[in-house]
């Protein structure tokens, strides 16, 4: 039973370039969540994504970022034009549909971006 | 929205002793808090979770309790490890609807040998 599969695990970009992370939530998860996590610092939520559309955008920084979470395959977090302050962790996680699942989000492994 | 308060940032113990980590949040509508344990370039891994219909819920020797009119809960740890060793994140939500947890800063617990 495989759990949240996140690719690639580490990432490195120039500034300037465009970062794509992918996310495969748990079997039988319809719901996605990213979170950003900086060196010492805590879980920072940014977006929450069920299949084909955007619940909350409210943690996604107003410009370079965009998720998606299509019919088909993996939840996507891209960064645009990446700056040396995206260097981050990105995390996501899954939840099963309905309100009975007691929304228990599990995370993947992250992805580590590195901007040089 | 939710606003979730963890202490202490660091946590240094050692093998045997017990460790407590406390957190508070602002919206009485949680029900729902869930805490995780994130080891050195891992993601966050759900340890033990307690509903608002409960006060004190343990699985061996770890153990949460949740005072709702305070509106704060603790992770306990007993006999700790040196395995134990790892950042610890609390959280809180409501359950049902689109919910989002919104979780503390977490705590670095450090067992020392």
């Known amino acids: 039973n495989a759990g949240v599969m996140q690719n690639p695990r580490h990432l490195v970009r120039r500034r300037g370039q465009e970062a794509r992370l992918r996310c495969s939530p748990m079997k039988g998860h319809s719901h996605v969540y990213w979170y950003r996590q900086l060196p010492e610092e805590g879980l920072k939520f940014m977006v929450y994504l069920q299949k084909e559309n955007i619940i909350d955008e409210s943690g996604m920084p107003k410009e370079r970022f965009s998720a998606e979470f299509p019919k088909e395959g993996p939840s996507i977090l891209r960064i645009q034009q990446v700056v040396r302050g995206d260097s981050a962790a990105y995390f996501c996680?899954?939840?099963?549909?309905?309100?009975?699942?007691?929304?228990?989000?599990?995370f993947g492994e992250g992805s580590w971006l590195t901007v040089v | 929205g939710e606003n979730v308060e963890q202490h202490p940032s660091t946590l240094s113990v050692q093998e045997g002793d017990s460790a407590v980590i406390k957190c508070t949040y602002s919206?009485?509508?949680?029900?729902?808090f869930p805490w995780y344990k994130q080891e050195l370039g891992k993601g966050p891994q759900l340890i033990i979770d307690i509903r608002s219909n409960v006060g004190e819920k343990k699985d061996q020797r770890i153990a949460v309790t949740l005072n709702k009119t305070a509106k704060h809960f603790s992770l306990h740890i007993t006999e700790t490890q040196p395995e134990d060793s790892a950042v610890y994140f609390c959280a809180a939500s409501l359950s049902g609807g689109s919910y989002i947890p919104t979780f503390g800063r977490g705590t670095s617990l450090i067992v020392h040998p």
């Open positions: 996680a899954s939840s099963p549909p309905g309100t009975w699942a007691g929304n228990t989000i599990y």
């Open positions: 919206d009485s509508a949680s029900n729902y």
